[in-house]
């Protein structure tokens, strides 16, 4: 059987797939191509991340299709309901990019209290001539040590964060509208482990309380922060979007950016993503990642066997 990975697929993952009698596509085919290429080519299965759009016409143009996987944790680009109902199985990596996940947001959140993001663009420029004075400018920073941080949105990926911040000494607050009560276990590298037993705050409270507050929900049909969330927060507040396009209303996020209501923002989706507004871009206090949430080598890995492992299961 074939297994067409359009996205891209590990090597772990591939050699996992072809000792069990798969063979493993990773041609990246045009969207417009895609029907053509899997029927052609007898694919059975078909694995994309973000870029491939599965949609209702792919799947009616493609019959032989029994299994598609998305790698990584959104499925927002697969019609997942027709899919099923076409008796296609469909399948994700929730866990896989967790950590690597958190891990960005906190590059962005200790780039965004140390200046980092605009450090880094002017050293190059005014470092030899101008060192004293960027010295005195970036020499203000804060610690995240004792500091509040709001979750909105505590799946995998937000609890995965809340152990990163109460790893680092901060205090965690967390907003999500099915869950009221989580216990966390940190683990150490000698088999210690530490539980932490969080209950919900409301949204409004939370932020008026937090510091710093990042949001992982999947796509949203409206703004999870907008120009009323945002003059409820504190002033200074950190911002920080790893989850999707769209969940923050990025015209009052620049407008909070310009106020000082907001101190900085760290951003990895975009609203107009693969071509966001050169207001984000150019932004002086805006910290810039491109969608490279779940992008580690580590997360790869355990995505490509993850996929492997349930297409071997399903389909063998």
Not at 31 to 43: A, C, D, H, R, T
Not at 133 to 155: D, H, M, P, R, V
């Amino acid at each position: 059987m074939k297994i067409l990975a359009n996205d891209g697929i590990s090597k772990m993952g591939i050699s996992l797939l072809e000792e069990n009698g798969f063979q493993v596509l990773t041609t990246t085919v045009a969207q417009e191509q895609l029907g053509n290429y899997i029927n052609q080519n007898q694919v059975t299965g078909l694995l994309v991340r973000s870029a491939t759009k599965v949609n209702k016409n792919l799947i009616d143009e493609c019959p032989g299709l029994k299994l598609i996987g998305r790698g990584g944790v959104g499925m927002d680009n697969i019609d997942v309901d027709y899919a099923k109902k076409k008796g296609i199985h469909v399948i994700n990596t929730p866990s896989a990019s967790s950590l690597s996940v958190a891990e960005l947001v906190f590059a962005h959140l200790y780039g965004g209290v140390r200046f980092l993001y605009d450090a880094n663009r002017n050293m190059p420029l005014e470092g030899d001539s101008r060192f004293k004075q960027l010295k005195k400018s970036y020499g203000k920073g804060k610690e995240l040590a004792g500091k509040t941080l709001g979750i909105i949105g505590f799946g995998r990926i937000g609890q995965a964060t809340a152990k990163l911040a109460l790893g680092a000494g901060m205090k965690v607050l967390f907003f999500d509208p099915v869950l009221d009560k989580v216990s966390l276990t940190l683990t150490f590298f000698d088999g210690q482990t530490v539980t932490f037993h969080l209950t919900k705050t409301e949204k409004e409270e939370l932020l008026k309380e937090s510091d710093f507050i990042t949001v992982h929900v999947p796509a949203q049909k409206t703004y999870v922060l907008g120009k009323k969330e945002f003059e409820l927060m504190k002033d200074g507040v950190g911002i920080i979007n790893a989850a999707r396009g769209g969940v923050i209303d990025e015209v009052a996020l620049v407008d909070a950016l310009e106020s000082d209501k907001v101190s900085f923002a760290g951003m990895d989706v975009y609203e107009s993503e693969p071509n966001p507004e050169i207001r984000i871009l150019m932004h002086p206090k805006i910290s810039l990642t491109p969608h490279i949430g779940g992008a580690t080598n580590e997360a790869q890995d355990r995505i490509g066997l993850e996929l492997a492992e349930q297409i071997i299961s399903y389909l063998k």
